[in-house]
């Protein structure tokens, strides 16, 4: 019963009902109000009926003007806790052996439980890491020492699930949302029922938003070792080394579904906002105007390290000496356990060619651009550009990540006594830089599993005249949801082209840096009351510094000029040359449309709205 409700500031409410719209003369719909303004019992839906019965009760005066704006305040307490250890043994087993075994224990945890009751999420940050390295030392001769090393680490977290667990889940474990009538789809994408249920929001209105679920988990394993030989020879310190490394990731994410309505079902015109209608009401009614979900995967990757060096410490005189070495890396690209990798394939060219009877004059002369500018890349290079899914039929390798396995870095130092007292020290060293570790794992985490994926672009294709999906049913027959298969290109292209996804560059570089330093030292006085003076200068400068996009792609060449010269002129709607040629079911995402800005032309991608 509205009849009494207000909104906007002490506005009276009026709903109108979506069953009674008519469609007038401008393509417009205008509606009947509810009579009373109250909804009858049979109208309102059983999944809000559901998800109404776990708001808590008003517990404060709402806001002056408004019937519930305010009118609850809830409180939760956060936990944090904090635990650390080391142990370690050493164990001389002869005057020129010795074995050194080092453990170490990490616990971090903290909680936020819910403050509006176990249907809103709550969120639960847990790490736990755990070490074990070993590191034994022979001394072979009075002239030879060799070492050898070897570790592991294995990282949990961080976690996000609920207060108290290092699950998946982030609502109360007492939600079980199997018996609540979603359709079968919506089920698949969430995964599990146990604390889960698809999240609903009411926009338009003050109103918490009830369910989710989700929360990731991330599993680190990293196994290293080394072994190095130090020998001196006359004058000469050699020493030199080999380095190895396993670097394992697995993340949990979980399947996520959401989905709204908002206040335009209820007005009297969906398309002209006039004061009416309530948002409150129109999630009453169950009416869904926009919502989608993902089950992420999460990946399985690994990533390899090698890595060998050679170094020289000569005293060449008794006032000069040279370190001298180079050091060889190499970072072979990641592979994932199930190939569940989604690259940027930037030399992938697309069977298009520009409209019939499309013309990129008559483009110009409908922006008003009377200027020269250069026709766009595409019409001379082609489109450009796709996801390639690793172990498709187009894609059947494990990576096609660029790999550089010939990165060498020079590493020289001197140390010279000018005189008595006083020394000065140079260095330089280059330094490769790593991609190893979660930094870069930008898009496995983003692929979809078993369960598939969901993009719901509108509730209504009819400006409001009738609705489809609703929160039971949000993709009537099944139209929106994508299920996965393995493999599959259509699955990339209906689910990436539809919405937003991330895609790794195949040109991600690792960077490196120059590393300069210079001091000098001096001496004042001598004995115990001596003072060292220093001055010190050191440098370091990044170059090809890594990326998430690598060295990225040109969108728009000579896009400042264009903007300075044409300005908005590059707003004006002009001739789309893709319209037609672009499938609908990409979504929001492809520019399928009859006309499209000019500025949209100039770009390499104009197919896509956004890349």
């Known amino acids: 019963d509205f009849s009494q409700s207000l909104v906007d500031q002490g506005a009276r409410v009026q709903i109108y009902d979506p069953n009674t719209g008519a469609l007038q003369a401008d393509g417009s719909v205008i509606r009947q109000l509810f009579p009373g303004n109250v ?28 019937n519930h704006d305010n009118n609850y305040i809830g409180a939760s307490t956060s936990v944090y806790t904090n635990d650390r250890w080391t142990g370690r043994l050493d164990q001389h087993w002869s005057s020129n052996q010795m074995t050194y075994f080092t453990v170490t224990n990490y616990d971090d945890h903290s909680g936020n439980p819910s403050w509006l009751g176990p249907m809103s999420a709550s969120s639960n940050l847990v790490q736990n890491a755990k070490t074990a390295s070993l590191h034994h030392v022979i001394t072979l001769n009075s002239t030879t020492v060799l070492e050898m ?60 938003s009830l369910g989710g679920g989700g929360g990731a988990l991330t599993f680190e394993t990293d196994y290293s070792a080394s072994v190095s030989l130090q020998k001196l020879v006359g004058e000469h310190s050699f020493k030199m080394g080999w380095e190895q490394r396993r670097y394992y990731t697995n993340q949990y994410v979980g399947g996520t579904f959401y989905q709204s309505s908002d206040r335009t079902v209820t007005q009297m015109n969906p398309l002209n906002f006039d004061g009416s209608g309530s948002g409150y009401a129109s999630f009453l009614l169950g009416d869904t105007t926009w919502g989608g979900g993902n089950q992420w995967s999460g990946p399985a990757s690994l990533q390899t390290y090698h890595a060998a060096y050679f170094q020289d410490d000569i005293k060449l005189t008794n006032k000069l000496t040279v370190n001298a070495g180079i050091r060889w890396e190499f970072e072979p ?65 494990r990576t096609i990540q660029q790999s550089y396995p010939f990165h060498f870095s020079p590493h020289l130092g001197l140390a010279y006594q000018i005189r008595p007292g006083t020394v000065v020290r140079l260095s330089y060293g280059m330094n490769w830089l790593s991609m190893t570790g979660n930094r870069f794992l930008n898009t496995a985490a983003w692929n979809n599993a078993d369960g598939g994926s969901a993009s719901i672009q509108r509730g209504s294709s009819n400006n409001g005249l009738t ?28 689910t990436a082209l539809g919405q937003w996804y991330l895609a790794q560059a195949t040109n991600t570089y690792p960077g490196y840096e120059h590393a300069f330093q210079f001091s000098l030292q001096h001496q004042l006085g001598s004995g115990a009351k001596a003072w ?60 399928s449309g009859p006309t499209t800005p000019l500025g949209r032309v100039l770009e390499n991608n104009p197919d896509r709205k956004s890349v």
């Open 149 to 208: 090393k070897a570790g592991v680490v294995r990282d949990t977290g961080p976690g996000v699930g609920s207060t108290g667990t290092t699950g998946l889940s982030s609502l109360a474990s007492s939600i079980n949302s199997a018996g609540w009538g979603f359709q079968p789809e919506v089920y698949s994408i969430i995964g599990t029922t146990i604390g889960r249920a698809p999240n609903i929001d009411v926009n338009g209105d003050s109103i918490a």
């Open 467 to 494: 609705y489809g999906p609703t929160f039971q049913s949000p993709m009537p027959g099944g139209v929106g949801y994508i299920p996965y298969a393995a493999g599959s290109e259509d699955t990339v292209l209906h």
């Open 39 to 66: 909804i009858p019992a049979d109208r309102i839906n059983p999944i809000s009926k559901i998800y109404n019965g776990y708001y808590p009760t008003p517990n404060h005066a709402p806001l002056p003007g408004s």
């Open 333 to 397: 690209p990641r592979t994932e356990r199930y190939n569940r990798e989604i690259f940027w394939d930037s030399k992938y060219k697309w069977n298009i060619q520009p409209a019939a009877g499309w013309s990129w004059q008559q483009d110009l002369q409908q922006a008003g651009v009377t200027d020269s500018i250069p026709q766009p890349l595409w019409m001379t290079q082609g489109f450009l550009g796709r996801p390639a899914m690793m172990g498709s039929s187009a894609y059947p390798e």
């Open 532 to 591: 060292v003076l220093e001055a010190n200068v050191s440098a370091n400068l990044g170059r090809k510094l890594p990326f998430w996009l690598g060295t990225g792609e040109e969108i728009m060449p000579n896009a400042y000029k264009l903007l300075g010269q044409e300005g908005l002129k590059l707003n004006a709607q002009v001739a789309n040359p893709v319209y037609g040629l672009v499938p609908t079911q990409y979504g929001a995402w492809a520019n």
